[in-house]
């Protein structure tokens, strides 16, 4: 069974930064799509940031040059560097990972059939 576990959320102030992983089993991770997701308070979940299997990356307009992904194949892992945060950055950060059309990367939660259980993101002003 394939078994995503996010890691690496916390309490930090408005400019800070925290890294987030996603360390994923079960799976040839090489292979799959992964994205980053957020479900912020009343709203609906929301695509953050993808990579496909050939590392290249997606970002919402919401984060473009503040937040990088990155895989590391060698270790199953994901990653998301969250720099520069802000308030509206809070929420519970969700990793994902689909097989199909791996090739390219996607922030629709549909194309992603596998989801980890979420790590929280507070940032205070």
């Known amino acids: 069974e394939v078994r995503l576990v996010e890691s690496g959320g916390g309490s930090v102030q408005a400019g800070g930064s925290l890294r987030l992983s996603c360390v994923a089993s079960?799976?040839?991770?090489?292979?799959?799509?992964l994205g980053w997701f957020r479900q912020r308070p009343g709203t609906e979940r929301e695509g953050v940031a993808g990579?496909?299997?050939?590392?290249?990356?997606l970002y919402a307009d919401s984060v473009k040059g503040r937040f990088t992904i990155s895989r590391d194949n060698a270790k199953d892992t994901l990653y998301l560097q969250m720099n520069s945060l802000k308030p509206e950055d809070t929420g519970m950060y969700y990793c994902?990972?689909?097989?199909?059309?791996?090739?390219?990367?996607?922030?629709?939660?549909?194309?992603?059939?596998?989801w980890g259980q979420g790590t929280q993101v507070t940032v205070s002003t």
């Open positions: 079960d799976l040839t991770f090489s292979n799959y799509r």
């Open positions: 990579i496909d299997m050939f590392r290249s990356p």
């Open positions: 994902a990972a689909g097989l199909i059309g791996s090739r390219v990367a996607s922030l629709r939660a549909d194309d992603y059939p596998y």
